[in-house]
């Protein structure tokens, strides 16, 4: 073997093993540059928007997501479900939803949502804070004939009907809340935003 080709043998080996040192390093300097470009746990306590896919949500079910720290509810109501809603009216407090700070705009109507198929709620109690109970099922006896299901808090006994709005008679003053949301596709729920505004 000549001289030539050993130390061009060996400079081969020599960039090739200073190639993948280096490309070690880059990602060594490249992974946490673009982890800092997702929210942190910080940031999304502190009120970054997360996404929900609301196709994990069947029928009659309710599920749970962390926003801002608070337990964010998604319900996916049935058409009896939403056909009950009006007979509920004369045992509410607020059944028009006319306390302002308690949703957006959009969120006040007979279903205090923007798609009456799908309820977006903060799940705290407006009394004390409290988490109330999900309780869907119609007339069970702890809670009476009358009820066509919603929430119940089990702290002081406070309860909402499947809109969120409050009973009267009962502690908590006001409906549950509905945080600003909107949908992303037919599917993906954005928690924490408005939708942006249309551009003309």
Known sequence: MSEHSTS?????FLVAATSAVGA???????APFL???SPSARALAAGASVEFDVRKVAAGQMLRVVWR??????????EEMLANLASNDKSLRDPESLVKE???DY???PYRSRDPNYLVLVGICTHLGCSPTYRPEVAPADLGADW???????CHGSRFDLAG?????????TNLVVPPYYFKDESTLLIGEDAPAVKA
């Open 8 to 12: 061009t043998g060996r400079r081969r």
């Open 69 to 78: 720290g608070k337990p964010v509810w998604v319900v996916h109501r049935t």
């Open 102 to 104: 308690q949703q957006p």
């Open 107 to 109: 969120a006040q109507n």
């Open 35 to 37: 982890a800092s470009w």
């Open 148 to 154: 066509k299901g919603g929430w119940y808090c089990p």
């Open 165 to 173: 709005r409050v009973y009267k008679n009962v502690p908590a003053a």
């Open 24 to 30: 070690t390093g880059v990602a060594a300097v490249a």
